[in-house]
C-alpha cells in the first residue's frame, strides 16, 4: 500500500515546539520533492518547508529561522522541528512528495498524507 503517514503534533503553547514526523512506504522509489504543508479552514493549503533529493531545503519567509525540516538518510523519511511556535502556526500539517519542481508560487504536490493537527495557543 502506498501511502505517507504523518506522526507528531498536538498542542503546543506559544514559544513552545513540536516535532512532525513522516514516512513513506510502498513507493517504488524514493521521491525528488518532500514537503510539510498547511491548512486552516476556509484558506488554501501552503507550503511551510521543502526539501529535494540533495537536502536543498526551501521554507516559506514566515518560518524562516524558527523551522528546521530535515530528511532521513533511506529518503523515506521526513521530520519538521518547529520551534518558537506562534499562534498562526496552528493548522493542519500535510506530508507531502512529488518529483518535481519542489518549491515555487502556489506549489502543490501530487501525493500527501491525511494530516496532523497543531494547536498553538497564547
Known sequence: QKEL???G???????GSLRLSCAASGYTYPFYCMGWFRQVPG???EAVATIDYN???HYRDS??????ISRGNSKNTLSLQMNSL???DSATY???ADWGPC?????EYKYSGQGTQVTVSS
Open 103 to 107: 518549491w515555487g508560487p502556489g506549489i
Open 5 to 7: 503517514v504523518e506522526s
Open 63 to 68: 518560518v524562516k529561522g524558527r523551522f528546521t
Open 94 to 96: 500535510y506530508c507531502a
Open 9 to 15: 503534533g498536538g498542542s503546543a503553547q506559544a514559544g
Open 43 to 45: 484558506k488554501e493549503r
Open 86 to 88: 506562534q499562534v498562526d
Open 55 to 57: 537536502n536543498y531545503t
